[in-house]
């Protein structure tokens, strides 16, 4: 197999899973239950809660475990839809996680993006009360956000600002103080930890109603028994992301960089997004006159997984918004696919695969 559509998930580090392993097995503990051998679960929490903090320059107390980044995008944009007073302004390349919730809350109307990506900023973003959303990178294209400008942006109005980092935790450093951000998503499984955990990053003094109600876990924000040893993995993934992310960056972003530069050889082809600032592993581009299902098809004959639009919405056949939203046509679309590399990947795998595109694109573009 070449797994190339590491934006959509990541394998869980060895690391992680054998940081996992005795919660799932000795230490089932309940981590509410007093004795103890739940307590000893709870400190196990409190540990990762305390490296995912440190890795993002927080308070552990600014930290809600969740369970994935669509969790954690609902329970920000959510938490102001019981005020009436408040207005959610979000972009036009955000994931369904953040467009889907649109329809419970008051929205102000969408931040326009330009050709290569990227939001275009205006003066006046929202108002006093509302919350922005912006993502700090988008899935489909990797092109990086201006978060800092938008975060100054809303606070000059009294905004609050939201971002959804899920595709930029663990891959290049972040700083929610430097920032100045009100409110983060992330997510463990795009980074080397198992899926089913994230987290969303609040901001001290910033007071949100809880998302879910029951035994008042996560300081009350979300209720339900924590999933112990996903928490665990999400730690110890972050503890060995930390130590070689500035490695993986170059490493990824080289690999990157040599794939882009034999596809482009090949003519009649588009990079999506390419004049933008970009995450390092991303690539995402245009074939013209083919259709993506069936180069994927193909690809997929020889073992190699890559995506057309986002993974996340499966099954679902209409040409992505992203890629609406940067003025393609619906053909162009349709014609796109998702290449996401990491530090796994090899120059090998890569030259692999462009020959098979190669092979694809002579059967349907004979000449
Ligand atoms: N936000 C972004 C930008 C994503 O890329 C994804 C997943 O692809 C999500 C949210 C959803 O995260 P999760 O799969 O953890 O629910």
Known sequence: MIYLDNAATTRTAPEAVRAMMPYLTD???NPSASYDFGNRAWQAVQEAREIVAEFINADPSEIIFTSGGTEADNMAIKSKAGNNLSFVRTSMIEHKAILNCMSSVSTLSPILVDKNGVVKLDERLAGMNDIVSVMMANNELGTIQPVKKIADLCHQTGAKFHTDAVQVFGHMPIDVKKIDIDMMSASGHKMGAPKGVGFLYVRKGLSIPPFIHGGGQENFMRSGTENVPAIVGLGRAVEITKQKMNDRFYETKELRDSFEKMILKIGDVKINGYNAKRLPGHSNITFYGIRAEEMLEYLNMYGICASSGSACNTGDEKPSHVLKAIGLTDAE?????????????????LKFTVDKIKEFLAIKRPR
């Open 333 to 349: 679309a349709n014609a796109t696919l998702r290449f996401t590399m990491n530090h796994e990947n090899t120059i090998e795998e």
């Open 27 to 29: 230490f089932y503990g």
